[in-house]
């Protein structure tokens, strides 16, 4: 543009910006094993193609002092490794996002870690990605973290992926070294189901095939990196979701004054029209769409990716997580769901205990009912497991408290997608994708009684109620919930207790102690406890339970049915010397193992509505304790409700 | 002049979602409004995210007292002119006891101004959920922070302990005392806010635009005398320049660059053959080995 002086600001900003206009955004990510070189790939990257900036540049030269750097001076990966850890130890540890722009095209990448640790920060980057730059090492070849790395890519739903076979220069840029790797690495793919696959030879540190064709590899004769980002045609998700059905999840209930009420949120699929009739997909009441409000005017139509706000012709019950939907082309609904799940927590990921699912804004309590089995991302070989570990990929039934609407994720990366959130720490602990739903959820209706809990109750003139007593073993739990029934059974209660070791023998007998089975031990005492007390009976549960997440799990699952803990705090030392059963002497011997108080962790509860002092006084004075607490918890919450 | 290309929509609707989820999933959000462009653009990202209703949230100033007068002017109109409710914090105390960018080393100027008086001004507010303006390309630390980053009890980040952040689902959920940093603009680059700010007329400081201004050279940067209190070196005489500011934060610590660009348009032109980063005339984010990382582990936004 030599002639740009004689052109005014704003023509040439025309000029610009309808060049600019016409580039397409490529989100990719880039992964590989510690040591592959990825940093430096991308910092190779910005800076052939002259995207590193002056200052930038000025301070690379300036930290590059010291550290091994390229024939340039530079060492690359300090473009991308911005975090002091990182640089003390050499590693990436999180997702790092940059942003360039070509002539031809702009870029986001994710540039994600390869430690095994944080496989999770991969999934993070994949989960956004069109693409994938995985990165193999020449000399090392197809290790255990590019089979995980190019399965989670497959698991994610990229299709296209990019192989960079890096440190070319390390092995005499050899042509059979690379056809050894292609080789493998394409049956690999086939395997897994990566349809488009690209191999190029690279050398990040010396620039080989990254910006321009080495000179050093003729024997290759397929595109640069550069090159082949800049033109992939990749599958447009966003132009694959706008003819798929109508998807609009509830975000946000717009009630600015009493004239408008409108919905909030972001088409997830498909397209909607003034005049169509939507449904609630949980609710199945519909209304019309009168109005699509945008701050930029009223809309006729809108489609997958727009952020509008719905007013329906109606006023029915729509509120945040919930679906809006076509009439004759609803998402699934259902309470039981096939999913593949990522596991991303330390703490492993145990069949029965509840967390928190999100998808969209919708959120619901749910748990694994059924871990199928792990996939072994070396051999790709299904294994039984009993519980998912950090970086764990496993096919699993998961249960919902009520129905959720979504598709299957094959057909819908956002609507068939969730989190699932641990219910202590908050922290995102599994990435799911939804297979299908379950059949067996839709066909089971709850079957309705004309003899209901109120009924029963009534015939025993009492209200029932589940007692949950938690403590150390030997704290005196059962003792006190023996002398609290003999009291009430005396004034002609009907009460039943239900005693750990009891259970043992017979309903849970196939249970260990193993965090997963106690968990299952737990939720099965919660069920049978619910049962009889919807029979109308006062239930004594009289369990360890030593945690906390299964305490609040048995309260979940007695629903409407008062739910009181009683928390006896004995202390150890005393429940030691005590030791009725012998027990504490066997695991101080180490003859048992998981034992609650020496060798696994008790969590006291937080708000217990009774806490009986265990330690002191007499057993005879807490049960009176108890039922003095009981009544008064009573009295408060239905007035003269007495048992 | 609203028909924004692909990428833009497509950043617009990606910030509009999320801040919608604030709304939606805190009880008491606020948004950081700092004056700047990038601010600028979240004031109309937010309009836009609940329309027809107003901003369902308050916005807080941090004011150091040493920002330039044309941001304190342009404040007050744009609360005046939107309508929205505006919550100036600065740290008295701190102001009281004489702390300037001149008398204290820009650590710690930075970390009483700046980062106690924006962890007071939350707390005070018992804010759940603070949006920033912060974008991904600003600098290598910010390249790494979630969308929406959790902060401690005590305001920390912990960049080794982030949620991973997986598609568009958010995890929203804090305990009592801790809150989140939301970043609406994580996505947009530099450019993007420009072109952002040119096709949607949305207006900003008038010190983006380049005019004679009184300057004085200092650190390798032109610094411009906006008030009395900037004092003088020995040998120093403000001279008159043709500058303006592609950032701007406290006055004796921004940076100028000599320019003649007077409109927008000239503005997006001279950005398309710039060589330099935005932040490279901000003098905190050098003053220390892994600076900003250090200041956003302390609570800095």
């Given at each position: 543009m030599a002639d740009t002086a004689s052109l005014d600001a704003h023509e040439l900003l025309d000029r610009i910006l309808a060049a600019e206009d016409r580039k397409g955004l490529l989100r990719f990510i880039t992964c590989g094993s510690v040591d592959d070189g990825k940093s430096t790939l991308i910092g190779r990257l910005l800076y052939d193609a002259e995207l590193v900036l002056e200052d930038h540049l000025a301070a690379l030269a300036n930290e590059s002092v010291n550290?091994?750097?390229?024939?340039?001076?530079?060492?690359?990966?300090?473009?991308?490794?911005?975090?002091?850890?990182?640089?003390?130890?050499?590693?990436?540890?999180?997702?790092?996002?940059?942003?360039?722009?070509?002539?031809?095209r702009k870029f986001i990448v994710a540039d994600t870690p390869g430690h095994e640790q944080y496989t999770r920060n991969m999934v993070t980057g994949a989960s956004n990605a069109d693409l994938a730059v995985i990165l193999i090492d020449a000399r090392k070849g197809v290790l255990t973290q590019t089979r995980r790395h190019s399965y989670i890519c497959a698991l994610l739903?990229?299709?296209?992926?990019v192989v960079a076979v890096n440190k070319m220069d390390l092995?005499?840029?050899?042509?059979a070294a690379f056809r050894d790797i292609e080789e493998e690495f394409e049956a690999f793919a086939a395997e897994i189901g990566l349809p488009n696959v690209q191999l190029i030879p690279v050398s990040a540190l010396m620039g080989d095939n990254i910006a321009s064709s080495s000179s050093r590899m003729a024997w290759y004769d397929g595109p640069a990196l550069l090159d082949f980002l800049e033109t992939v045609i990749v599958d447009d998700e966003r132009e694959r979701a706008a003819v798929q059905p109508l998807r609009f999840p509830v975000q946000w209930v717009n009630r600015p004054d009493l004239d408008f009420r409108g919905f909030s949120g972001t088409i997830a699929a498909g397209t909607v029209t003034v005049g169509d009739t939507l449904m609630v997909t949980r609710s199945r009441t519909a209304s019309r769409v009168r109005r699509i409000a945008t701050f930029d005017g009223d809309?006729?139509?809108?489609?997958?990716?727009?952020?509008?706000t719905i007013e329906l012709a109606d006023e029915i019950d729509v509120s945040r997580g919930d679906m809006l939907a076509h009439e004759t082309a609803l998402p699934a609904l259902a309470d039981q769901l096939q999913a593949h799940l990522v596991w991303m927590a330390e703490d492993e990921m145990i069949p029965g205990r509840s967390y928190i699912l999100e998808i969209g804004h919708d959120r619901v309590p749910a748990s694994v009912t059924e871990l199928k089995h792990r996939v072994d991302v070396n051999t790709l070989e299904r294994a039984a497991a009993k519980t998912l570990a950090l970086n764990g990929v496993g096919v699993v039934n998961i249960a919902t408290d009520r129905p959720i609407a979504f598709d299957p994720y094959a057909e819908n990366r956002t609507t068939g997608s969730f989190i699932l959130v641990d219910r202590i720490s908050n922290a995102t602990v599994g990435a799911g994708m939804i297979d299908f739903a379950l059949r067996r959820a839709t066909n089971i209706a709850w079957q309705s009684f004309d003899i209901d809990r109120a009924a029963r109750a009534g015939q025993k003139r009492q209200s029932p109620a589940i007692l949950w007593f938690t403590g150390l073993s030997g704290s005196g739990k059962s003792t006190i919930a023996n002398l609290v029934e003999k009291r009430l059974y005396a004034e002609g209660k009907h009460l039943y207790v239900l005693d750990g070791d009891n259970v043992r023998h017979g309903l849970n007998r196939d249970l260990g102690f193993t965090d997963a089975d106690r968990v299952e031990n737990i939720r099965r005492v919660a069920e049978v406890a619910r049962l009889m007390a919807e029979a109308g009976l006062i239930v004594l549960v009289s369990f360890i339970s030593p945690f906390r997440r299964e305490r609040r799990m048995a309260r979940e699952i007695a629903g409407d049915v008062p739910f009181l803990e009683v928390y006896v705090d004995t202390p150890i030392e005393i429940c030691e010397q005590r030791d009725p059963k012998g027990l504490y002497a066997k695991a101080r011997a180490g003859a048992i193992a998981n034992f609650t108080g020496i060798d696994s962790p008790y969590e006291a509860p937080e708000k217990a509505e009774i806490i009986i002092h265990g330690g002191i006084g007499d057993p005879e004075d807490h049960a009176a304790a108890v039922i003095e607490a009981i009544d008064r918890s009573f009295r408060a919450g239905t007035g003269t409700n007495r048992y | 002049m609203t028909a924004l290309p692909q990428h833009l929509k497509l950043l617009e609707a990606e910030s509009i979602q999320i801040i919608r989820e604030v709304a939606a999933a805190f009880?008491?959000?606020v948004m950081l409004y700092s004056i700047g462009k990038d601010s600028s653009v979240l004031l109309q990202l937010a309009r836009k995210a609940f329309f027809p209703a107003k901003i369902p949230f308050p916005l807080l100033h941090v004011d150091t007292t040493w920002k330039f007068r044309d941001m304190i002017t342009f404040r007050d109109a744009a609360a005046e002119r939107y309508g929205f409710n505006l919550i100036v914090h600065t740290n008295v105390e701190a102001v009281e006891a004489g702390v300037t960018p001149f008398t204290h080393s820009s650590v710690i100027y930075n970390d009483l101004m700046?980062?106690?008086?924006?962890?007071?001004?939350l707390a005070a507010g018992r804010f759940d959920a603070a949006i920033g303006?912060?974008?991904?390309?600003?600098?290598?630390?910010?390249?790494?922070?979630?969308?929406?980053?959790?902060?401690?009890?005590?305001q920390r980040w912990d960049p080794k302990n982030q949620r991973p952040e997986l598609w568009r689902q958010y995890n929203t959920r804090v305990s009592p005392g801790e809150s989140m940093r939301v970043f609406p603009l994580s996505n947009w680059t530099e450019r993007d806010v420009w072109q952002y700010v040119y096709r949607e007329e949305i207006p900003i400081v008038p010190l983006y635009l380049a005019k004679p201004r009184p300057v004085v050279r200092r650190q390798g940067a032109w610094i411009m005398v906006d008030d009395h209190r900037l004092p003088m070196e020995r040998d120093e005489k403000p001279e008159m320049r043709w500058i303006r500011f592609r950032s701007?934060?406290?006055?004796?610590?921004s940076g100028a660059v000599e320019s003649k660009a007077t409109t927008l348009p000239e503005i997006l032109v001279e950005m398309h053959t710039s060589r330099v980063s935005e932040r490279q005339g901000r003098l905190i984010d050098t003053d220390q080995v892994g600076s900003m990382e250090k200041k956003k582990q302390e609570g800095y936004f």
């Open positions: 550290r091994a750097v390229t024939q340039d001076g530079f060492d690359f990966s300090l473009l991308v490794d911005g975090l002091q850890a990182e640089r003390e130890q050499g590693i990436t540890i999180d997702v790092a996002y940059r942003f360039f722009a070509t002539a031809k739903g990229i299709r296209d992926v092995v005499d840029y050899s042509e809309l006729h139509r809108a489609q997958a990716g727009d952020a509008v | 009880e008491r959000p700046k980062t106690k008086a924006l962890r007071d001004a303006g912060a974008r991904r390309d600003e600098e290598k630390s910010r390249a790494k922070e979630r969308i929406f980053s959790l902060r401690s009890s005590a701007l934060g406290c006055y004796p610590l």
